[in-house]
């Protein structure tokens, strides 16, 4: 009895022990997980940043006032292996040698991250006229895990994945005019048309998108090209010319002055009067010629 008891004390006292041992073990190696990322190629069938450049407009003509505006969207169209997020956004003019970042910041003062979708717009009031084009950037990044082990020795759970890269951009190619167009007016000089018609015929240095005439201060007519000035009373007449280009800048030509002598037509009689007239006349003059020649023949 007493060999038992002091079999039970000891066996008591080693699963004591151990229980403190594997206490210590625990607190000193606590359960915590790792990541390992392997950077890969995108996978099949993930769709890169989309980005829609809505200003300036692939062949547009713009004056000063130009602003870039786009929209990017983070596509999720392969489920877990899509893109998680667009983390860097730049652009590259025709006129800058470098790249310029676009960043937005939080309310905190860190940078955002599109994870869903995002529009910008940036003033381009500064860029200098010419062709030009402008290409806008997006760098997406995603993850996806591969598998996990866990280290029942070091209480570790590793977690793997592959991580991935996927960059996507859009370009637009304009031209930003500063410079007004040039019109020469060949007609009407300053001289005097005999006919109430005149034309007005010019020529510009460029394409433009607006005519507008403005004929002895009455209100603006729009007009597509050359046309003709018709119906114009005798008198003098002053004319101005209003021309747009295809990037809005405007000009007017000098006021033109001239005059118009139109000989006053010959009165046209019509045919059916002009029958009776002369129907009248006959009949007046007949027995006047009767009486006349009458007079001289004898019985």
């Known amino acids: 009895m007493k060999k038992t008891a002091t079999t039970l004390a000891l066996a008591l006292m080693f699963m004591a022990a151990s229980f403190l041992a594997v206490a210590k073990v625990a607190h000193a190696n606590p359960y915590h997980h790792e990541a390992i990322g392997t ?7 993930t ?3 989309i980005i829609n450049i809505l200003t300036p407009q692939n062949g547009s003509f713009y004056s000063k006032n130009l602003t870039l505006t786009f929209d990017v969207t983070v596509p999720k169209t392969n489920a877990d292996k899509s893109i998680d997020a667009v983390t860097k956004l730049y652009y590259k003019g025709s006129w800058e040698p470098n790249e310029i970042t676009i960043t937005q910041f939080n309310q905190y003062g860190y940078q955002k991250i599109i994870e869903d979708s995002a529009s910008f717009s940036i003033d381009l009031s500064s860029v200098p006229g010419g062709n030009l084009s402008i290409t806008v950037y997006a760098v997406g990044v995603g993850s996806y895990d591969t598998r996990s082990e866990f280290d029942a020795v070091t209480y570790t759970m590793t977690t793997f994945y592959d991580t991935f890269e996927m960059t996507s951009f859009s370009t637009v190619s304009f031209t930003k005019d500063l410079v007004p167009p ?3 007016v060949l007609s009407p000089q300053n001289t005097t048309y005999t006919a109430p018609d005149v034309k007005l015929d010019f020529t510009a240095n460029e394409g433009v998108s607006q005519i507008l005439y403005s004929l002895d201060n009455k209100e603006n007519q729009t007009i597509s ?5 018709t119906g114009l009373l005798n008198g003098e007449h002053r004319i101005t010319l209003y021309v747009a280009d295809l990037a809005g800048n405007a000009v007017s030509s000098k006021t033109l002055f001239f005059n118009v002598n139109s000989p006053e037509p010959f009165p046209i009689v019509p045919v059916a009067v002009a029958t009776v007239i002369s129907l009248i006349l006959l009949c007046t003059g007949l027995p006047v010629y009767l009486k006349k020649h009458g007079r001289n023949k004898k019985p």
């Open 39 to 45: 950077k890969v190629s995108p996978p099949a069938g």
């Open 182 to 184: 040039r019109i020469s």
């Open 47 to 49: 769709q890169a940043p």
């Open 225 to 229: 090209g050359n046309a003709t000035l």
